[in-house]
Nanobody, 123 residues
Framework: QMELKESGGGMVQTGGSLELSCEAS????????MGWFRQTPEKQRETVAV????????YYSNSVKVRFTVSRDNAKSTVFLHMLNLEPEDTATYYC????????????????WGQGTQVTVSS
């Protein structure tokens, strides 16, 4: 049973940056493809970024391409989401999740989920 814990959320102004972290425990982290998702009460859950278990494949939603970068440190069992040039539209609760699929964008195939971290971008 893998457990995921996000950190790094907070409040920033438009144009600011944040780095989210997600630390895994209780599983073979290097075997899992990791994803970042976000959700607000008004919108459906959005797949933000996905990084395959072997670092070979990535996915970014069109809304965050160029601005966000996903990376991982298998030695620390941690996946990161580097967010630059943040916009008010990026305000959401951000979740990390893990799947054994090589690459996936549908949240339904991700097995393990963190509790989320809030990101608020003020205009």
């Amino acid at each position: 049973q893998m457990e995921l814990k996000e950190s790094g959320g907070g409040m920033v102004q438009t144009g600011g940056s944040l780095e989210l972290s997600c630390e895994a425990s209780g599983g073979a982290f290097s075997n899992y493809t990791m994803g970042w998702f976000r959700q607000t009460p008004e919108k459906q859950r959005e797949t933000v970024a996905v990084l395959s278990w072997n670092d070979a494949s990535t996915y970014y939603s069109n809304s965050v391409k160029v601005r966000f970068t996903v990376s991982r440190d298998n030695a620390k069992s941690t996946v990161f989401l580097h967010m630059l040039n943040l916009e008010p539209e990026d305000t959401a609760t951000y979740y990390c999740a893990a799947t054994t699929m090589i690459i996936a964008t549908r949240s339904s195939v991700f097995t393990y989920w963190g509790q989320g971290t809030q990101v608020t971008v003020s205009s």
